[in-house]
Structure formats: C-alpha cells, structure tokens
C-alpha cells in the first residue's frame, strides 16, 4: 500500500441503530463505525434497501478477509474505519430497520441522502466533510444525490452505478429490461424490504413499484429525480465502471465523465465480475487515494495523474493490463466505418454479410424475420432466449470481418447505422459485437455475475428513434424517449443504434462479428428484455450507396 496514504492506527467503536431524523420527522435507522482516539475524521456513508444488519459472507477468492461487519455492495468497516474514517451505513426508508415505504432511486431517496449527509457531518465524532462510496445501488444513490447539491458532501466514489434509471437501467433503447428489473425487485428486494422475519412492515412492500417502472415507456416525469444532472454536479467524483456492466450501470459511469460540470473527476474502467475489483487492494489504494486528497487534505499525488484508467481486454478475461489516458473517449482514436455487405466472407458459418471498409456502391437490402418469440407463442421472447438458450433457432443476420491481418484495439463507445423497413409498425433491434478466434468458435468475458459475455451490446425500437440533436454525439447517439414515432410498412428510416463503450484487443486471425437480432442475443442474462411480440413479417436492412448501413467503432492505432 502507497504509504502517501492513511494507515492503520485505530480500533473500532461501533454505534448500532442510531435514529437520524429526516426533514418530514421520519427517522432512518444507521450503524456508525467510528475509530477510536481519532477526534473528529471524515464520514463516508451510503443509503440503501439491502439491510445494514445483513452479513455478507464473500466468496473465498476475495482479496479482503471476510469478517461479521462486512455488507454487501459497501465498504468493510475493518479496512477503513482503523485509517481514520466513520463508516455510516443507513437502512432506506421502509427497508431493515427504517420505517415507512421505499423507493429505490426516488427523489424522497435522495432528499432523505441529503439529510443524513448533513446529519453526519454535524456529530462530534466528524470534521465536517463527507464522502460517499458503494457499488451498484449504492453508486447510483450518489448520482441522484449529487443533484441536489449537499454542501457537507465533498467527494464521491460510485463504483458500477448507473445514474439514469430510463437509459440505464429500465428501458435500453426504449425496450423494457424485464429480465433484471422484474428479478431485482420481486425476488432480490423483497427480503430486503421485510426485513426480519418476525417483524411487520405492512407499508414497505405496497408500492407498485414494477409496474409503475412497466407503464412509464416514456421519459416521462415519472423518471425526474431518478436521472442524473449533470449540470448540476460539479462535485469531485472517481467514476468506476466495468467493460462487463453492459444492461446495467457502464453507461452511468461513463456519461458521468463526458458530461458532469466537475472539473476534479476520474473515470476507472475494469473487468470481471460486479464485486471482486471493488474490493481488490489495487481498487482500494485508488480509492483511498482519492477520499484522502479530498476528505483529508493528503497530497497523495492521484490528481496529479492522468484523469482516465483502463484494463486493457485482450480476450478470455486473463492478464490484462492498466493503461492511463488523458481523456475519454481516447484522443488518437480513429473513428473507422465497418460497412454491411451482404454475402458471407470465407470461412464462415451461420453468417449472411461482411464487414467492410470499402463502402459498397449497389444498394442491396437483407431481410430477416421480425419475430422475435418462440413458435409457441406461450413464452416472451425474453425468457425463450435466456431459459432455452441453444435449443432455439437463430434469428436476424450477422456479419463478419475477414480474419484480421493484425491485432486491431477498439476501445470506446460504438454506433450502429441502421438503414431499415419493416412489413409491421415497429422493429426492434438487438446488436451484439463478438470476438470469434481462429477455430470459429467464441472468445467470452467474464460477466458481472460470473456469466459468460460477449465484447459489447446495444439496442434500439425504431419507433424510439428520435435523437436529442444537442446531446448527440458522432460516436454517441442520444434518444429523447419523448414520443413513438411508427413505422409505415415498407418505409425506409434510419437508426443510430447506441453500442455500449467497449474495449478489446481482437488477436491477429480473429474476427469480428456483429449479430442484428429481433430478441436477445447470445450472453444477455440475465439483462433480457420483453414486451408483448406483435411485430410479424419480415425486416429489412439496407446497405450501400445511399443508405449504406455501417458499424462506427473506435479503432485504436498502435503505438
């Protein structure tokens, strides 16, 4: 461990259950662990639904020791508090042992945030200054809380948080997330907000929280204090995302580095699964690096590198390397345009175009089926393509590059340029970028809950495909999500299909594959998507001269 950071001198006193009254006179619940002798230190405090009396026993390859304070998604007490920080742990309102009704990623959430930030930095036991830190629910609190600005809160770590619940987490492209959203509330939640068994919270679980999520298909103003914005943050923050996190929070991460109004911001971005980097001891000198320049005034030089971290993937999730840059996306990337062309390179199987460099001169479009649910009509597509997995037929087109000549990098965001019609109203699409070795076969990643991944994904509903001209970017397409504009049958639009940022260092005699499916691809739980399947027919796509369809993708030259 960098000794230019806070070491281990205190024992630990710990406060259980401590009531910290909120503007409405409701009073959460929270656990403060304190060290001993260490006058008044740094607060760092997380809010969230997943019980602070729950014990998480880690799985034996962590690199932190498992021991009876550590909960899930937060920091372990034991590592922390010994260097001179209150770790505060609050139960959400109506979950554990807090009263009242929840509301995960709420504007109530974050005003009650607020008000135990405040809390914390007026006890005896604090200088003043606070920070926040957690993976997942408890990063995406920080985002919803930075909104409002409060002024005890000095830095932020939100690690793997996704910070707009329409474009992040619900609706990707406008196509319900049913898959995780209805799985994480209904069987993850649930104990959660119940809380002990004996005890009754009859308020905690009447919300109808998922179908408030299901009819909201819109950016509506169901969706205000549940999004970032990012305007209004200007408070010093380390971003932290995973290459893995695609369906869910790598998107948050980003978008918080190109555009919050900090102007002390860090971008990390690794890999691997949804728990293990945070609290490996290479993760947890990074943050402590930061949280001690900015809570404790300690040079410890980490603003003095370049702002942006990556873990270089080179393919199957072994021995990777850190790269540092100065910006994100990268500022020698070379936006390279990979055409459609129907008609399959050599070698190749189950694959009905290339991808090439050459922009091809003939119109030629490519039809597929628009159905994307099984024969049986009795399954959502979303089920079908996770439950039954292999055993059902392959749908939509994919194109391949020729073998590569020589390691080729992409790392960044990613477009697909769609030229499209459809025999039915609406359409919708499904892109999954794939490594294929030498011998045809997949290159996975390791996913956030351990699951084999392809290299990237995105999804687009054509009758969402109004872009935002303001914050569109050539490289990232910005959908308002305000209104549907449909379909008429035969008609050709365009779409701009948002990939998530990737990274990947495809090996020489490696191709590239991009699959456009009407339903979930390969390697998508368990982020599935669903809604009832009326799109019948045939789509199709068009390719060259003038609606000549393309695959944008950051291409990082060799140094």
């Not at 742990?89 to 009263?99: F, I, L, W, Y």
């Not at 351990?450 to 001209?469: E, M």
């Amino acid at each position: 461990m960098n000794k230019r950071v806070s070491q281990p001198a205190h024992d630990i006193a710990i406060d259980k259950d401590v009531e910290i009254p909120l503007r409405d006179g409701v009073r959460l619940r929270a656990d403060i662990f304190r060290p001993k002798g260490a006058g008044r230190v740094p607060a760092l405090i997380n809010i969230g639904a997943y019980q602070k009396d729950k014990p998480w026993v880690p799985p034996p390859d962590l690199e932190e020791k498992p021991n009876p304070y550590m909960n899930w998604e937060t920091v372990n007490p034991l590592w922390w508090v010994p260097r001179g920080y209150a770790a505060v742990r609050v139960d959400t309102r109506g979950s554990g042992k807090s009263p009242g009704q929840t509301d995960p990623f709420s504007l109530q959430e974050a005003l009650d945030f607020y008000d135990a930030i405040e809390w914390s930095a007026r006890q005896s036991w604090c200088n003043g200054r606070v920070g926040t830190i957690g993976i997942s629910y408890f990063a995406m609190t920080q985002w919803l809380v930075a909104n409002l600005k409060p002024p005890s809160l000095k830095a932020m770590v939100p690690w793997e948080g996704a910070a707009d619940m329409y474009r992040d987490f619900a609706y990707h492209g406008g196509l319900f997330c049913f898959g995780f959203v209805s799985n994480w509330y209904n069987n993850h939640m649930a104990h959660h907000l119940l809380g002990r068994r004996e005890q009754t919270s009859p308020d905690a679980f009447s919300k109808p929280w998922l179908w408030d999520y299901m009819r909201h298909s819109l950016d509506t103003d169901h969706y205000y204090g549940r999004q970032a914005r990012w305007d209004e943050i200007d408070i010093p923050f380390y971003s932290a995302g995973n290459w893995s996190g695609m369906g869910l929070h790598l998107r948050g991460n980003t978008e918080a580095y190109m555009r919050a109004k900090s102007r002390h911001r860090k971008l990390r971005i690794h890999a691997g699964t949804h728990y293990h980097p945070f609290y490996a001891a290479e993760a947890r000198e990074d943050q402590i690096r930061f949280l001690d320049h900015w809570l404790k005034g300690i040079d410890t030089g980490i603003m003095d590198e370049p702002p942006v971290k990556l873990l270089i993937r080179t393919g199957g999730g072994k021995n990777y390397r850190w790269r540092r840059e100065n910006a994100w996306p990268l500022e020698r990337t070379q936006w390279t345009k990979f055409y459609l062309v129907p008609g399959a390179p050599r070698g190749t199987k189950d694959v009905e175009g290339t991808l090439a460099l050459e922009t091809p001169r003939a119109r030629k479009p490519l039809a597929y089926a628009a159905s994307g649910m099984s024969k049986a009509g009795v399954a959502s597509a979303s089920w079908t393509s996770t439950a039954l997995a292999g055993s059902l037929p392959r749908l939509g087109v994919s194109f391949e590059t020729p073998p590569l000549s020589e390691d080729l990098e992409i790392t960044g965001p990613v477009v697909l340029a769609l030229w499209v019609s459809s025999e039915t109203e609406d359409m919708d699409v499904f892109a999954t970028m794939r490594n294929i070795d030498a011998d045809g076969n997949d290159v996975w990643e390791i996913g956030q809950q351990q699951q084999p991944v392809p290299v990237a994904k995105g999804w687009l509903r054509a009758s969402h495909r109004k872009l935002d001209p303001k914050l569109s970017l050539p490289y990232r397409p910005y959908h308002t999500h305000d209104e549907r504009q449909w379909l008429k049958p035969g008609e050709v639009v365009k779409l701009d299909v948002e990939i998530w940022p990737t990274c990947m260092v495809f090996r020489k005699g490696h191709r590239i594959r991009l699959d456009i499916q009407p339903r979930d691809g390969v390697g998508s739980a368990p982020y599935t998507h669903y809604s009832a399947d009326y799109n019948t027919g045939e789509n199709t796509i068009y390719t060259g001269g003038s609606t000549a369809s393309y695959l944008l993708l950051p291409v990082i030259p060799r140094t």
